[in-house]
C-alpha cells in the first residue's frame, strides 16, 4: 500500500503540523516486574494449524494457482480448479482508511492505558508518537497498527529487515497514521470450565500469546488462578460488549472475536470463523472457508440478498476464504487475513457440470445480480478476469443497466490497467471472481 508523503488531504482535520522528531522524549520507566518479555521462552508453535486440504471430489490441483494461461487447460477433469492468480492490478488506489474520525485520547504507554476508553481507530495526519512494545507484539504487527509501511517502521528505529522482535517494553517511534489506543494488561481469574482457547477467544487474544503471557502456562488452567492477559482495548471491548463471544448477536450468525492482521497478501487472521453452512452456496474448501467476524458477517448478508434476488436458483460453488489461523494458503497470493473469498461464476442451468466455464455457459444475468448485491455491501474489490468484464458489460447493457451503473460497477472498458470501478482485473481470474471485503471498524491491525 503506498503512502505518499504528503497525505494532508486524508486529514480532514489538521490539528497540527507533524512534529519532525518523537514528541515524546521522556527516558524509558523500568518496565514493570510483571510484565517481563515472555515472547521467545519457547512456547512450542505446533498448536493446531489446520492443513490445507482441498476438496477431494474435486481431485487434482482444486483451487491451484495455474498462472495466466491456465484458462487454456481446461480438460474436463479440471472443472472444478478454481484458478486464482492473484495478481493485483488497479490495487492501488484502495482507500486505507478506518472508521471515522473521532477525538481520541492517546495514552502511549501500555501501563497508562488501564483507564483509556475504546475508540474506533482514528485516521489522523502524520504524528510522531512513540509505543512501547508490548509482549509478543511482532514488529510488523505494530506498524500494522500505526498503519505504516514496515520498512519505514524499520528505519525509523534502526532496525535490521532479519529482526523480528525487540526488547519487550522498548519505545519505539512511529509517525503514526493511524492511532489505536495501546493494548492494556489485564488480570484475568480463571473459571471452572475456561480453556486456553476460551479464555483467548474472550479476550481477543491468541491462544499461544495467553500460553507465553503465562509462561511456563502448566498446571495454570486451573480455577483461581490468576493469568495476565495483554488485550486490544477495541478488540475485547467489542467482543466482551454484552455477552460472550460465543454466544452470536440475535440475526446474526457470526460470532465476534475473528480479526485480521496484516494485508491480504502478508498477514494473518486472529480466531478466524467459519463461513456457517447455508443452501445458498456450497463451501468446496471447507478448511480454507474461514474469515473476520466482519468479512463472514457482509458475506453472508449478501449472499442473503443474492438469493432474494432471485439468484441463481442453485446454490453458488465457494473456493477458499482464508485458514483458520490465516496466513499463506496454498499459492494464493492473497487471502491471508479472512477478507478475500472466490465465488466461482454461475454456470447457466442447462450447462453440466463437468463442462469447462466458458463464456458461453456463464450465466451472465445471475453474474450481473451478484456484482449489484455486492456493491451494496463493504466489497473493497472484485477481481475479474477483463475480458469476462467485457461480456458481463455487454449482457448488462443489453438488459438495461444504466450507463452511470455499468461506469460504478465494472473497470471495462476503460482498460484493464484502470483505476476505475469495483470490478478490476486479475490475471488468472476467468471462471471465478474474487471479493475483498472491508476492515471492520474494530480491526485495529487491518491493512486494507
Ligand atoms: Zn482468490
Redesign the pocket.
Known amino acids: 500500500m503506498p503512502h505518499p508523503e504528503d497525505d494532508a488531504a486524508q486529514a480532514p482535520t489538521s490539528v497540527q503540523a507533524p512534529a519532525p522528531a518523537p514528541v515524546a522524549t521522556a527516558p524509558d520507566p523500568t518496565p514493570a516486574a510483571d510484565a517481563v518479555d515472555v515472547a521467545d521462552a519457547g512456547v512450542s508453535r505446533e498448536v493446531d494449524e489446520p492443513a490445507v486440504e482441498w476438496d477431494d471430489d474435486a481431485g487434482d490441483g482444486d483451487d491451484v494457482e495455474v498462472g495466466d494461461g491456465g484458462d487454456d487447460d481446461d480438460g474436463g477433469d479440471d472443472d472444478d480448479a478454481?484458478d486464482?492468480d492473484?495478481a493485483f492490478a488497479g490495487e492501488d488506489d484502495e482507500q486505507s482508511v478506518l472508521g471515522e474520525i473521532a477525538a481520541a485520547d492517546i495514552v502511549l504507554d501500555p501501563g497508562e492505558a488501564e483507564t483509556v476508553e475504546a475508540v474506533l481507530p482514528t485516521i489522523h495526519p502524520r504524528k510522531w508518537i512513540r509505543h512501547r512494545r508490548a509482549p509478543r507484539e511482532r514488529l510488523e504487527q505494530i506498524a500494522h497498527r500505526y498503519d505504516v509501511p514496515v520498512a519505514d517502521f524499520r528505519e525509523w528505529n534502526g532496525i535490521s529487515p532479519d529482526t523480528h522482535n525487540v526488547k519487550q517494553g522498548r519505545r519505539l517511534r512511529v509517525r503514526a497514521r493511524r492511532l489505536p489506543p495501546p493494548r492494556r494488561k489485564l488480570d484475568y481469574t480463571v473459571a471452572a470450565g475456561d480453556t486456553w482457547w476460551s479464555v483467548a477467544l474472550r479476550h481477543g487474544v491468541d491462544a499461544r500469546d495467553v500460553r507465553s503471557y503465562n509462561w511456563p502456562y502448566k498446571g495454570k488452567m486451573a480455577p483461581g488462578t490468576k493469568l495476565i492477559l495483554w488485550v486490544d482495548p477495541i478488540v475485547h471491548d467489542w467482543i466482551t460488549d454484552g455477552q460472550p463471544p460465543e454466544t452470536v448477536d440475535p440475526g446474526q450468525q457470526v460470532r465476534r472475536g475473528a480479526v485480521g492482521i496484516g494485508p491480504p497478501d502478508d498477514g494473518r487472521l486472529l480466531n478466524g470463523v467459519e463461513i456457517p453452512p447455508s443452501s445458498t452456496y456450497n463451501l468446496r474448501l471447507p478448511k480454507s472457508a474461514y474469515g473476520t467476524t466482519y468479512a463472514v458477517s457482509e458475506f453472508v448478508a449478501a449472499m442473503a440478498d443474492f438469493e432474494k434476488t432471485g439468484g441463481h436458483g442453485r446454490p453458488l460453488e465457494i473456493?477458499?476464504m482464508s485458514r483458520q489461523n490465516g496466513g499463506e494458503i496454498g499459492t494464493?497470493r492473497?487471502?491471508q487475513t479472512g477478507r478475500?473469498?472466490?465465488i466461482r461464476l454461475p454456470r447457466k442451468p442447462n450447462v453440466a457440470r463437468f463442462r469447462p466455464l466458458t463464456p458461453k455457459r456463464v450465466d451472465w444475468g445471475a453474474t450481473w445480480k451478484l456484482v449489484q448485491v455486492l456493491a451494496t455491501h463493504d466489497v473493497a474489490v472484485v477481481?475479474l478476469d477483463f475480458d469476462m468484464q467485457k461480456q458481463l458489460y455487454k449482457h448488462a447493457k443489453a438488459h438495461g443497466a444504466t450507463e452511470a451503473e455499468l461506469r460504478k460497477l465494472l473497470q471495462y472498458p476503460r482498460g484493464r490497467g484502470a483505476a476505475r470501478g469495483l470490478v478490476r482485473h486479475s490475471d488468472g481470474?476467468v471462471r471465478?471472481m474474487?471479493v475483498r471485503f472491508g476492515c471492520g471498524p474494530y480491526e485495529t491491525e487491518c491493512v486494507p
Open positions: 478454481m486464482d492473484d473456493g477458499a494464493h492473497s487471502h478475500d473469498v472466490d477481481f481470474h471465478h474474487h
